[in-house]
């Protein structure tokens, strides 16, 4: 449990539910739902809120959306989704964070978020809204991987390139939706409603097909700059030392923080010398050193061994040498003094 209650407090790297990656976080929904605070509709796989897919509607994980005709005391905590999520603000508006930056949503926007990007709902509730989703898993986690559109789109390969190319290498979060996108995720709803799978799939499949259609218009008309270092390895790599912060208690070595980012590694290495200025090991073990140190400032009332172990560090005695040398003075000592300080 302890180790659950950690990963979910922590930003996501790469990996399925149960290390890094905690996808989804819809619980407060869920509960919102059920308590008849607002209304959930949605056909859903990979253990997200609705009715379940079944074997309709292959590499969608969610479709659906929410309807809150009033205030809501809940909000969506940071998280990642284990795939692409194109979803449509219908009514009211909506407050969501991602990567740290806050954007004010509101009716006829529809907004892009993908695997890696860490985002929640609510300021830090959500007000009165209407929001409506498709959520694809595209079998990536990683800005460096290839895109999988579904086979059922019946797409050509063209043009399924085009719209990765305007997705992946394009970043921008929402963009105004034009008459026909609209009409396209307005016409999700009542299908949702019916709870028919069986009978609606193929319905609902030339709908999503059509929305993404009329999205690939949309971008299209803003011209959009495409930024090839967007899909880029060395940018996973950025992003994982970014978030290594937040899971330091890790058993890491050179060999699965190469793997965390789907790579070779003498390519991680290469990254991240570049990016650090030195190796995997040692922004590692400066990392850990420096979470430690401000966790004996700010906390002076942990145990050195908690703080040590909370850091990654097997080996108080370790630890302790490595800290002094590093600071000057040892972990009982930086500790003394910021309970000094505190006083």
């Not at 999988?148 to 719209?163: M, Q």
């Not at 950025?238 to 060999?255: K, M, N």
């Not at 965390?260 to 995997?280: D, I, M």
Request: with cysteine.
């Amino acid at each position: 449990m302890d180790d659950m209650l950690r990963a979910l407090s922590r930003p996501a790297v790469f990996r399925a539910p149960g290390a890094l990656l905690y996808a989804g976080n819809c619980a407060d929904l869920l509960v919102a739902s059920e308590a008849g605070k607002v209304v959930l509709n949605a056909w859903t796989r990979c253990g997200y809120p609705g009715l379940d897919l079944d074997d309709a509607l292959p590499q969608v994980c969610s479709v659906g959306g929410w309807d809150a005709t009033l205030a809501q005391d809940w909000g969506l905590k940071e998280h990642c989704n284990e795939g692409v999520k194109i979803a449509y603000v219908a009514r009211g508006n909506l407050a969501l964070t991602l990567d740290g930056q806050r954007h004010e949503l509101s009716q006829g926007q529809v907004f892009v978020l993908r695997p890696w990007q860490l985002h929640a709902y609510g300021d830090p509730h959500v007000g009165p809204s209407q929001i409506i989703w498709v959520l694809f898993d595209m079998g990536t986690r990683r800005p460096h991987e290839k895109w999988h559109w579904p086979s059922w789109l019946a797409w050509p390969e063209r043009d399924e390139k085009r719209l990765t190319e305007l997705l992946s290498k394009n970043e921008r979060t929402h963009y105004q939706a034009s008459r026909a996108l609209a009409q396209d995720f307005e016409a999700i709803v009542p299908i949702i409603a019916n709870n028919e799978i069986d009978r609606d799939e193929v319905r609902l499949r030339l709908t999503i097909s059509t929305m993404l259609m009329h999205l690939v218009q949309q971008i299209e008309t803003h011209k959009p700059d495409l930024d090839q270092t967007l899909t880029r390895s060395r940018r996973t790599v950025r992003i994982f030392l970014d978030r290594l912060w937040h899971a330091l208690d890790e058993d890491w070595t050179l060999q699965n923080m190469a793997a965390e980012c789907k790579l070779s590694r003498t390519r991680f290495a290469h990254h991240c010398l570049a990016l650090t200025n030195t190796t995997p090991a040692r922004y590692l073990h400066n990392l850990r050193l420096a979470k430690a140190h401000l966790l004996l400032t700010e906390n002076p009332d942990l145990s050195v061994t908690a703080v040590a172990y909370d850091c990654g560090f097997s080996s108080s005695q370790y630890f302790a040498t490595s800290f002094k040398r590093r600071y000057g003075v040892s972990p009982k000592e930086r500790r003394s003094q910021a309970r000094t300080a505190a006083v």
